[in-house]
């Protein structure tokens, strides 16, 4: 079955530092991975997706994040964290070749970027 | 175009009584989720409806819950008997199968008493 961690339940940074935002799964197959945002009283948004291709994917608001095989990481990153990225991040994964459409989300790291 | 809608979006209920929370999907999406989010928490996936095909119950807590998805649109995630554990923002989503990202709606907010 497949699974997430994201071992930090918060981050804090200073505006204008670069941020990374960690997250290792566990899966039997390929993962399909994702990153989605929760904004203070607004809904889930997806950042940004692997499912195949290059290890390093671009998202929105300038977010980014590098698939590691050997680690069995995603970790979600950006050169330089603005006030208005502080919310909550999820991780996410699904193996298409035993879970099909199933998603598990990890725990959700709090990110806070002080001004 | 319209997103996820939800309704109601928020519940207030007794304990030991019956709920019913609706999700209106995104026109076209083949699959449609369920999660719940306890205060400050991830999401626990509950059940997700792909097309025609049978849906996966894997995370139904319990079998005081069951859903529906009528007409491959519409789904209903019903609660029996409630319990105060139950109390949770409960989320539905949909997505396109071929793009695998999913669109949340803003969710229903539980509380039982």
């Known amino acids: 079955a497949q699974s997430v961690a994201q071992p930090e339940d918060q981050v804090n940074v200073a505006e204008g530092n670069p941020l990374t935002v960690k997250c290792t799964y566990s899966v039997s197959g390929n993962p399909y991975l994702f990153w989605y945002v929760q904004y203070p009283n607004r809904g889930l948004q997806f950042l940004l997706k692997?499912?195949?291709?290059?290890?390093l994917v671009k998202g929105s608001y300038g977010f980014e994040a590098e698939f590691n095989k050997s680690q069995t990481s995603f970790h979600l990153k950006k050169p330089s964290a603005l006030v208005s990225d502080s919310a909550l991040y999820f991780c996410?994964?699904?193996?298409?070749?035993?879970?099909?459409?199933?998603?598990?989300f990890g725990a959700g790291t709090r990110l806070f970027v002080k001004a | 175009g319209a997103g996820v809608s939800q309704s109601p979006s928020n519940k207030v209920t007794e304990k030991g009584k019956d709920v019913e929370l609706r999700c209106d999907p995104i026109s076209g999406h083949t699959a449609l989720y369920w999660y719940r989010q306890s205060l400050g928490q991830g999401l626990e996936f509950l059940i997700y409806?792909?097309?025609?095909?049978?849906?996966?119950k894997s995370g139904l807590p319990s079998d005081r819950f069951s859903a529906e998805r009528t007409g491959g649109s519409v789904s209903t995630l019903t609660i029996q008997r409630t319990q105060q554990e139950d109390s949770a923002v409960y989320l539905c989503?949909?997505?396109?199968?071929?793009?695998?990202?999913?669109?949340f709606g803003p969710g229903t907010r539980l509380t039982v008493l």
């Open positions: 989503a949909s997505a396109l199968a071929g793009l695998n990202e999913q669109f």
């Open positions: 692997y499912i195949t291709g290059d290890n």
């Open positions: 996410a994964v699904r193996d298409p070749n035993t879970g099909g459409f199933k998603t598990i």
């Open positions: 409806f792909q097309g025609n095909s049978a849906p996966d």
